[in-house]
């Protein structure tokens, strides 16, 4: 079957590796090239990239609507389009295609409808996520569903560990969802719209780590937000990214949220919440590297007592 494929981030590029294993892709259509980085420098997309390596057509459309982007899109004449990790489509886009146009989402829809599916399910404290193919239709995340796989959350997992493991088996989700609309083989089931979760687009006020929750959220934000964007204290006046983080038995009662009950240079730090504490594992200190709980003691002279405050001035 002749494809397009659109998508622009590392889990895109991953699922279209897969999918040129088996599938005939015409072209690809990525976001336009943007600065990146402390030095801003303008770069291509991981799709465009790997498109450029297998000498894809590529189509970097600013406006969807635009009417020559429309024109070259149709020229394809592609009888299905698979959407991983892209923008929101007009109707003159996924209607295009005989076939139809099929999305790849990090969810079991119709949990977490949005922009961050896996990172939310992590912050939520889920032990189990997946993946759902479906049909897009005008409104976000709502099409029929073709395809589920679930997949299990770790209790120590990152963001950034789950992310490559669901990346891995999106490619293989997508061919299976292809295959079948190949063979006319698909049987849809409808979304319980009640049922629905949101997954809203993550902002810098969700990062902030407020100690007076519970230990098991803390924790969970941390991992739902590692390795970027990052969930973030202050300390001193500056700001600290936590990385990594994981559940003690030190008790917290009576203790300041955001309290250090324990700075050793060779065990590194706990930190008491609301209810129970955490223990930091990994963090990055501003404008510095990642480094163990036990290296920042000793870096940066911490003791007991000293607090861990949600946002400067706390």
């Known amino acids: 079957m002749r494809l397009v494929f659109l998508g622009t981030p590392n889990f895109a590029s991953q699922c279209l590796e897969k999918i040129l294993s088996k599938h005939q892709v015409a ?8 600065p990146k980085g402390r030095g801003m420098k303008v770069e291509p997309s991981e799709v465009k990239l790997l498109a450029q390596e297998r000498g894809l057509d590529i189509l970097q459309p600013i406006n969807l609507k635009d009417s020559e982007f429309l024109k070259k899109l149709s020229f394809y004449k592609a009888d299905l389009f698979c959407v991983v990790a892209f923008r929101i489509l007009p109707e003159e886009v996924f209607t295009m295609p005989p076939k139809g146009c099929i999305n790849l989402h990090g969810s079991l829809l119709p949990k977490y409808r949005g922009a961050a599916p896996i990172n939310w399910a992590i912050i939520n404290g889920e032990r189990e996520t997946g993946l759902t193919t479906f049909f897009i239709r005008r409104a976000v995340d709502t099409g029929d569903i073709i395809l589920q796989e679930k997949i299990l959350i770790g209790p120590e997992e990152t963001f950034g560990e789950l992310y490559e493991r669901m990346a ?29 979760t949101p997954a809203p ?3 810098p006020e969700i990062g902030k780590i407020d100690w007076i929750m519970k230990a098991e959220a803390v924790h969970n934000l941390v991992r739902g937000l590692s390795p970027k964007p990052g969930a973030y204290s202050f300390l001193k006046g500056k700001k600290v990214i936590v990385l990594r983080t994981r559940l003690t038995r030190l008790d917290s009662v009576g203790k300041r949220p955001g309290e250090v009950l324990q700075a050793d240079p060779q065990k590194g730090i706990i930190i008491a919440c609301g209810e129970g504490s955490v223990e930091i594992l990994e963090l990055k200190p501003e404008s510095g590297k990642a480094i163990t709980g036990a290296e920042f003691v000793r870096g940066h002279r911490l003791i007991a007592g000293e ?8």
């Not at 072209?27 to 943007?34: E, I, L």
């Not at 607090?307 to 001035?313: K, L, P, S």
């Open 27 to 34: 072209a690809v259509v990525t976001a336009p090239d943007k």
């Open 168 to 196: 891995e088996l999106g490619g293989e989700t997508l061919i299976k969802t292809i295959d079948l609309i190949e063979t006319n083989s698909v049987s849809l089931s409808s979304q319980d719209n009640n049922q629905a």
């Open 201 to 203: 687009k993550l902002t």
């Open 307 to 314: 607090v861990f405050e949600q946002r400067i001035g706390n």
